[in-house]
C-alpha cells in the first residue's frame, strides 16, 4: 500500500506578496494529490485571515474528509496551530504541548490514522510538529516529544512519521530522531547525510527547515520539494512531498 504525505508551512495562507491568497495553497496542495497533509501556522477566526477557518475550508475544498486540528497560539481575536488532513479515517488525535518556559506556545499534533487497503487495515501514528526559533528551545522540544505517551509507547516496529517545520537550520536535532528514537530521515539528500531538502525561504531556498522523520515498516520510495512557480511567493516556506510503501 503506497501513501503520500505532504508537510507545508502556510504562513496563514499570507504569500511574501502580503496577500491573503488561500486558493494559491489549495491550488498547491491540489497538484500534489497527498493522501495526508499536514499544516503549520493555520489561523481560526484571525481578522489577518479574514477570521476564516482555514483547516475546515481547506479540507472541504479539497475533498478531504476528515481533519484534526491543534491550537497553540490564543490571539486577542481567534486562534492558530497545526492542520492535519486526511483522506484515511483518523482513529484518535490529541495536540502535545511542546512550550517551554516563556518562549512562544508550540505543539505537536498526533493523529492515529487507518490506512485502509484493499486486504488489510493497517495503523500509522502521525506527529505534526512547529518546534521554536532557539536550538536549545529545540532540544527540550524533542525531549518532550519523545515522553509523549503516544510516541512513548509505541513499538519500533509501529509505522511512524514525524514531520513539520522543525526550524533546525544546522541539522542539529537529525542524531536524536535517527540515533536516539531509531528514526529515519526522508528529507536528506542521501543515506547517512545530513544534507537537507531545502525549503526556506521559498523564493530562494537556503535552509532545509521542513522535514520528515519515519519509522517502522515504511519503504520510502521518493521525497522531494514542490518546484511550482506559485509555491514561491503562496508562503515563505516550500512544502515538502514524500512517498512511502507500507510493508
Known amino acids: 500500500m503506497r501513501v503520500r504525505v ?5 504562513h ?3 504569500g511574501l506578496d502580503r496577500r491573503f491568497r488561500p486558493e494559491r495553497i489549495a491550488s498547491i496542495l491540489e497538484r500534489h494529490a497527498a493522501d495526508i497533509v499536514l499544516l503549520q501556522e493555520v489561523d481560526e477566526g484571525v481578522p489577518r485571515s479574514s477570521e476564516r477557518d482555514l483547516a475546515r475550508d481547506l479540507a472541504e475544498a479539497l475533498g478531504y474528509p476528515h481533519r484534526a486540528v491543534g491550537h497553540n497560539v490564543t490571539l486577542r481575536k481567534g486562534r492558530y496551530g497545526n492542520a492535519t488532513l486526511s483522506r484515511f479515517r483518523i482513529l484518535s488525535e490529541r495536540n502535545i504541548d511542546l512550550s517551554i518556559g516563556l518562549w512562544r506556545r508550540r505543539g ?3 493523529t492515529a490514522i487507518a490506512l485502509e487497503g484493499r486486504s488489510a487495515r493497517r495503523r500509522l501514528d502521525v506527529f505534526n510538529l512547529h518546534l521554536g526559533l532557539s536550538a536549545r528551545e529545540r532540544e527540550r522540544q524533542v525531549a518532550l516529544l519523545s515522553r509523549s505517551h503516544e510516541l512513548a509507547g509505541l513499538a519500533p516496529d509501529v509505522p511512524c512519521l514525524v514531520a513539520g517545520d522543525f526550524n533546525d537550520w544546522r541539522s542539529r536535532l537529525t542524531p536524536l530522531f535517527v540515533e536516539g528514537l531509531r528514526f529515519r530521515s526522508a528529507t536528506d539528500h542521501s543515506r547517512g547525510s ?3 531538502i531545502l525549503t526556506y525561504p521559498s523564493f530562494f531556498p537556503g535552509g532545509g527547515l521542513d522535514r520528515i522523520y519515519y519509522r517502522g515498516p515504511l519503504r520510502l520510495l521518493t521525497a522531494r520539494r514542490c518546484r511550482l512557480r506559485l509555491s514561491r511567493v503562496a508562503s ?3 512544502p515538502v512531498i514524500a512517498d512511502f510503501e507500507l510493508e
Open 6 to 10: 505532504l508537510t507545508y508551512n502556510i
Open 12 to 14: 496563514r495562507a499570507i
Open 108 to 110: 505537536c499534533q498526533h
Open 194 to 196: 545530513q544534507r537537507p
Open 236 to 238: 515563505d516556506h516550500l
